[in-house]
């Protein structure tokens, strides 16, 4: 099948708007992409329809409310292949998923029963790690002591996997990036996890990638835990996922307290509900949800093997065509073969600033991104401060790619290189 580019962006109201008389060329979707039609009615419908707090009321309203949000969790469920919503757990975005991890598997528990890591068990994690995935496990060896060791990525962009064995000897948990949101390196998830269960470690994948453009299956990624957002794949901000091997989730103590997640109370101790809601604390992003499963249906009516083939075509055309028009004063980062990596291009261009690069590109409604990209020791290890970066999704074509390359050349000869 055969992803429609023109249709699909007109299931974008926001593809309509002009910057200062330009077109609106978005190329920032790794950050957070654009809502389809279908999301935003979807909401709109729910508040207008159906409000009210989940899983407390009797009444018609919060009986339908709860029945949209749990419909969404099994949309979720079998969006990424889970063998049932139970595993599926509600966030606020990937970042308070694996923070989620670090907090109830990551620190020790003394209690018998509970699962985690065992005494001086490290973590192994990567240099191309985004900051959600590697802050949380700073504080857990700040807080307790854990070790952290890192595996390395050669000049492609390509995880070092030589010494594998090694690395993972006393290790208890692997977390790492499906897809690089700098490099767009598609990282090899299903050796890894096999490799890590082999030496005894559970894995935690951060999807926050790859969900949006590669089809997912849980089971054939063989991880323990996958975090992803909602914004980057065509849903609403303040929602995201844990997706969790039920085993572990069961004997994981909870990480926030408080309202939903609590089955009793009484002044001298509490009993934990049954997952998902035991790590779901409070009233939940109700609507949120709904638009993400909306979101996914969205994405499963055009077919995420559609999506990943646009994507790698157009990331082709994206290289090549830089490449061509810009030759030397274009230095991209990541691997050379499109079909390696996601539709995410990090550059650096001449000698301009990526922070002046995007502020006059923008001039003329091209959409990067520049700096960081939440990922500093990465930046450390290419040897750069900041880079610019495009990224692509499905409501991207090959006049989005040129529009960038001219107006890159317009840039230039702003600034008179």
């Not at 590697?134 to 060791?149: A, F, K, N, Y």
């Not at 009484?266 to 604390?281: F, S």
């Not at 249906?297 to 990943?308: E, I, K, P, W």
Request: aromatic share 6%; net charge negative; glycine share 10%.
């Amino acid at each position: 099948m055969t992803l429609d580019t023109a249709r699909v962006k007109k299931d974008f109201p926001i593809l309509d708007r002009e910057i200062d008389g330009h077109r609106l060329v978005f190329l920032d979707s790794a950050a957070s992409s654009q809502k389809p039609r279908a999301v935003l009615d979807a909401m709109d419908h729910y508040y207008a329809t159906t409000h009210a707090n989940v899983h407390r009321g009797v009444y018609t309203l919060a009986e339908e409310a709860t029945a949209a949000y749990e419909a969404a969790r099994s949309k979720v469920a079998a969006f990424v292949g889970a063998p049932s919503s139970r595993g599926v757990i509600f966030t606020k975005n990937a970042t308070e998923a694996i923070n989620l991890v670090a907090h109830s598997y990551g620190r020790p528990r003394p209690a018998p029963g509970r699962v985690g890591l065992g005494p001086g068990q490290a973590v192994l994690l990567t240099g191309m790690e985004h900051h959600a995935n590697l802050v949380p496990w700073l504080m857990l060896r700040e807080e307790c002591g854990t070790e952290l060791r890192f595996l390395d990525i050669d000049d492609q962009g390509r995880l070092v996997l030589d010494d594998l064995d090694r690395m993972l000897d006393g290790v208890g948990l692997v977390a790492v990036t499906a897809m690089s949101n700098v490099l767009g390196t598609l990282n090899p998830i299903a050796a890894i996890t096999e490799a890590a269960h082999a030496a005894g470690a559970v894995v935690l994948v951060d999807g926050a990638q790859s969900v949006p453009h590669l089809a997912t299956d849980v089971a054939a990624l063989g991880c323990d835990f996958l975090a992803f957002s909602a914004h980057k794949m065509c849903g609403p901000t303040g929602i995201g996922v844990l997706w969790g091997r039920e085993e572990l989730l069961e004997a994981m103590p909870a990480f926030l307290g408080g309202g939903e997640m609590i089955r009793d109370v009484r002044l001298d101790g509490w009993a934990p509900n049954d997952i998902p809601w035991k790590y779901e604390a409070g009233t939940p992003p109700i609507a949120e949800a709904v638009g993400l499963g909306a979101a996914v249906g969205y994405l499963t009516d055009l077919g995420m093997d559609a999506v990943r083939e646009h994507e790698v075509a157009l990331t082709r055309y994206a290289m090549a065509t830089l490449a061509d028009r810009h030759g030397d004063d274009l230095h991209l980062y990541g691997p050379e073969d499109a079909s390696a990596r996601g539709g995410v291009l990090s550059f650096t261009y001449r000698d301009v600033h990526p922070h002046d690069l995007s502020q006059v590109l923008d001039s003329v409604g091209v959409c990067i991104r520049a700096g960081h990209h939440c990922a500093r020791p990465l930046m450390r290890r290419l040897g750069v401060g900041s880079t610019a970066r495009a990224s692509f999704y499905l409501y991207n074509d090959e006049a989005d790619v040129d529009a960038l390359s001219d107006a890159m050349i317009a840039a230039a000869e702003l600034f008179r290189l």
